[in-house]
């Protein structure tokens, strides 16, 4: 499928996990992508790793640095001649059980998951074009959905959500769509082994946990590639919860 050909995409958190699975799978259906991370070893990895009738070109750039993200979106409209689709994928996760909540933990995960976000959209709809443009943001099934130990994961996650959808409603006016996706448990570094410590009590996991098991990067980057295609043309405004049944 060449569902891309011809689109051009900016995609942040492109160094790892669903943002790699994502320029990847974007690559191989005609897409070029301009891929945004902190890490440059990571990107220099996804670059590596891209196949297909499409292109890559990377940038290291902090989502939570204001002028990081002006400059990005600057250079990724000018090396792709414009920008059709824009695909949040970039934050960050920390485990915060209430008594050990600190200030620094708010403030990073608000910067980086739902400031980030919100910088990039605000970069990136002058150059999205009317009719066709798309964001994608990824919030989580924690955005509306008790998660132990991670209240400020989740808070940052559910302004991710409200940002969009309240986004989508604000752009509508000029056909962009902006489609806030929802993992569940992913298979990912981002929560790895040490994210919940096992002193911790987790019997509640034990309730949420999808009979699927956690998701491959790529099955995210399946539904992020149809969000962002003409195939979810009337799709906009709407959560996609991807979470495998964890909360049915």
Do not use: W
Not at 55 to 73: Q, S
Not at 189 to 210: K, N, W
């Amino acid at each position: 499928m060449n569902r891309f050909e011809g689109v051009k995409v900016l995609l942040t958190g492109a160094g790892s996990g669903i943002g790699r699975a994502t320029a990847l799978r974007l690559v191989s259906e005609g897409a070029a992508v301009f891929a945004v991370d902190l890490s440059g070893e990571g990107l220099a990895q996804t670059a590596a790793a891209a196949l297909g009738p499409g292109r890559i070109a990377t940038r290291v750039a902090d989502v939570a640095d204001e002028d990081a993200v002006v400059a990005a979106v600057r250079a990724a409209a000018g090396e792709l001649g414009g920008i059709d689709v824009l695909v949040n994928v970039a934050g960050i996760h920390r485990t915060t059980p209430i008594d050990r909540l600190t200030v620094d933990d708010l403030q990073r995960l608000f910067t980086v998951n739902a400031v980030g976000t919100a910088l990039f959209c605000r970069e990136a709809l002058p150059h999205l074009p009317d009719r066709t443009g798309v964001i994608v943001t990824i919030a989580s099934s924690a955005a509306s959905h008790g998660n132990p130990y991670m209240t400020a994961y989740a808070a940052s996650k559910g302004a991710v959500l409200g940002f969009s959808l309240s986004l989508a409603a604000e752009v509508a006016h000029r056909g962009i769509r902006v489609v806030p996706i929802s993992p569940g448990a992913v298979a990912t570094p981002l929560v790895g082994p040490g994210l919940l410590p096992p002193e911790l009590d987790l019997s509640y996991y034990g309730r949420i946990r999808s009979l699927f098991g956690a998701a491959d990067p790529e099955q995210i980057a399946g539904v992020i590639a149809f969000a962002a295609s003409r195939d979810a043309g009337y799709l906009t405004g709407a959560e996609l919860r991807v979470d495998g049944g964890s909360h049915i």
